[in-house]
């Protein structure tokens, strides 16, 4: 399976799960549900790697770059949540789906071979994200001020971009499993402290816990996918094609809640496709 593969894959969990929180957002509180998706994400990850035999020893410059990934997936993961929950999606889902960018221009710092018509093809999975995102909003909604929301969509972007190359890193040299599970258990135990200093709810209530289930299997299919891409060639193509989890959510939302889906969108879902498909050849 190549790195593309494998980030489609992941972009079709994140899309789901991303459906699936819309469910629940208006009731379920933020961060009792990020937790929640991370614990099962951890039991599903434990999961996958008792059936295969996963558990082997690291060396420390693994682990030091899986808790170096944990630390950035937390902060991407929280202000990828903090980012949606203050809206506009206009502003929010370009700015995230920026990071491919950041990891193909890492990927060429590093020696890859990066060719003008692949830049292009990167570039036009981000506009076609752009698109789709900037007409997904209704404009006559009131949002609060935009700047807070800015600078949480650029943390989320740096987030994943981060994540990601240390994911890839930690991968290249160790076994992919250990690592991510690694990664996970770090995100876990640095957001359980913000619990009681913030007085926030740990648990996100009984309706939820299904949904929560579903999602944290979702999250964890998708980051294995992801990271575990890191030992394949040009790896940084996976986080390019995970990154249109948010145009799949639109999609889905088409395709499940009978949501509308624009002309311009359907544009803007062409032109990302083709970029990812010209990535494929």
Known sequence: MTALSLGLIAALSWGIHDVTIRKISQTAPLMATLLGVLLTGAVFQIGVMLVTDGFTALPSQAIYLSIAAGVAFLIASTSLYGAFHRGPVRIVAPVIGSYPILSVGWAALGGATVTLFQWLAVFAVVAGIAIVSVFSDDTETQYPPKLPTILLSIAAAFGFFST???????ARIADDLPS???????????????????????????SAVPFIAVMGILDGIALLCVLSAGSLPSPQYAAVASSVFGMVTVILAWALLRERLTSAQWIGCAVAFAGIGYLAL
Not at 164 to 170: P, Q, R
């Open 180 to 206: 991510i599970l690694i990664t996970r258990v770090t995100s876990i135990l640095l957001l359980l402290p913000v619990f009681p200093i913030l007085s926030l709810p740990f648990w996100p209530g009984r």
């Open 164 to 170: 990601f190359a240390l994911g890839h890193e930690a």
